[in-house]
């Protein structure tokens, strides 16, 4: 069974522009969720989807946005990127009991 | 809100040894512990996922348990390997829908050979 797959693995934007991200998760997962890694701040959460609806959100400007589509799949988007928003952003799939199935992130370096 | 704590934040030990990592948390109703393995630059990988009913849990050299009341999760390693060098993370689930993860700053591990 194919996991979480992430797309594209590494991006270098500028600030001011805005990137999409994209996750794959594992086939039949239908909860999708969102993190962002900094060395400073850590794993932090950003939303969870499931069958389309956005369910949880963290505390994370309206900047970040995301969605997710019939077969699952997920995008997150983040408009006007600034320098802080230099991080991995890892995407995570669930079925049973919640056990989350991370993706290998996505590298976004923001010049 | 629930706060997840690792001490050490940083582990070095020889060859053989057996590991134990420590993880702390504020809201006792938990949902789920889950502990991670992170390699750099990588995504995470679930080791071992303890249901808040559950005391522990096992895979291979792995043993993890859990005690709500005293809000902790410890995990072991069994004579440990160079290729367990890695940072480990703990992420507590809380809520009867809420899938959000919160997750602890990690332990990063070094086995020296």
């Known amino acids: 069974k194919a996991g979480v797959t992430q797309t594209p693995r590494y991006l270098i934007k500028t600030r001011g522009q805005q990137v999409t991200l994209s996750c794959s998760p594992i086939?039949?997962?239908?909860?999708v969720s969102w993190y962002q890694q900094t060395p400073g701040q850590g794993l932090q959460f950003l939303f969870e989807?499931?069958?389309?609806?956005?369910?949880n959100k963290g505390n994370f400007p309206g900047r970040f946005s995301g969605r997710q589509f019939s077969n699952s799949r997920s995008e997150m988007n983040v408009s006007t990127l600034e320098l802080g928003d230099s991080a991995l952003y890892l995407c995570?799939?669930?079925?049973?009991?919640?056990?989350?199935?991370f993706g290998p992130g996505t590298r976004l370096t923001v010049l | 809100k629930q706060e997840v704590t690792q001490i050490p934040a940083a582990l070095s030990v020889p060859e053989g040894e057996n590991l134990v990592l420590n993880c702390s948390f504020t809201?006792?109703?938990?949902?789920?512990l889950q502990w991670f393995r992170q390699d750099p630059g990588k995504g995470l990988t679930s080791l071992l996922l303890?249901?808040?009913?559950?005391r522990e849990q096992t895979s291979g050299r792995l043993n993890a348990s859990l005690d709500k009341s005293s809000g902790r999760s410890t995990l072991y390693i069994a004579a440990s390997q160079p290729g367990d060098s890695a940072t480990y993370l703990c992420?507590?689930?809380?809520?009867?829908?809420?899938?959000?993860?919160?997750f602890g700053a990690g332990t990063t591990v070094t086995v020296r050979a």
């Open positions: 995570a799939s669930s079925l049973a009991l919640r056990e989350q199935f």
């Open positions: 086939s039949g997962h239908r909860s």
């Open positions: 989807y499931f069958s389309e609806t956005q369910r």
């Open positions: 809201d006792s109703a938990i949902y789920n």
């Open positions: 303890i249901q808040s009913s559950q």
């Open positions: 992420a507590a689930s809380v809520g009867s829908n809420d899938y959000k993860l919160s």
